[in-house]
Structure formats: C-alpha cells, structure tokens
Nanobody, 125 residues
Framework: QVQLVESGGGLVQAGGSLRLSCAAS????????LGWFRQAPGTEREFVAAIGTSGGRTFYADSVKGRFTISRDNAKNTVYLQMNSLLPEDTAVYYC??????????????????WGQGTQVTVSS
C-alpha cells in the first residue's frame, strides 16, 4: 500500500506562488503515474496536472496551463506542483494521487489507486 503525504499548502495573496510536495512511502515510486487534483467547497474534485512515470510527459488542466508545473524526483519519491500567478479561484484542497496501471499521465481521477489526505491552498484577493 502506497502512502502519500502532501505538504506546502497555505495562504497566499493573488499573484503569489506556492510549491506543493507529495512524498510517497512504500511501493515502487518510479513506476507510478502521479497526479494532482483539487476540490473547492461545494464542487466536484477536478484534475489539475499529471506526470508519467519517466517524467517526460505531462498533462495540465486548461485553467492552470502556463501557471502550474508538475515535476517528479524519483530518487526522493516526491512529486511537486509549482503554482505561480495564483488566483482566488485556485483556492481548494489539493490532493496528490498515484496510479500503477499506466505509464502515461492520466486525467481521470477514477484511474488513480492511491490518494493523499490533501493540503489546503487559499488565495486571497
């Protein structure tokens, strides 16, 4: 069973930056597709970004493209989400997730097998 622990959330002003980290324990980290999702109050959880096992392929939601960057360090068993030019509408709980059934990045949350507990990101206007 893979355990995922997110960190790096917090309160930031609009236009600011945050970097989220998600550390994995157990399992073969380099064989997992990794994704970031978010959920704002009263909304469905939505896809943010995903990265394939090699780190060479990434997908982004249109709403974050050009502002957010997903990356992974397989030696540290960690996936990152660098968030720049943050907007109030980016406010949400951010979750990382791992998928072991594919090698390319996935947008569908139901294809992910393991989830972290989430970290709150709040962007003030």
């Amino acid at each position: 069973q893979v355990q995922l622990v997110e960190s790096g959330g917090g309160l930031v002003q609009a236009g600011g930056s945050l970097r989220l980290s998600c550390a994995a324990s157990r399992g073969t980290f380099s064989s997992y597709v990794l994704g970031w999702f978010r959920q704002a109050p009263g909304t469905e959880r939505e896809f943010v970004a995903a990265i394939g096992t090699s780190g060479g392929r990434t997908f982004y939601a249109d709403s974050v493209k050009g502002r957010f960057t997903i990356s992974r360090d397989n030696a540290k068993n960690t996936v990152y989400l660098q968030m720049n030019s943050l907007l109030p509408e980016d406010t949400a709980v951010y979750y990382c997730a791992a998928c072991f059934r594919f090698s390319g990045p996935r947008r569908n949350q139901y294809e992910y097998d393991y989830w972290g507990q989430g970290t709150q990101v709040t962007v003030s206007s």
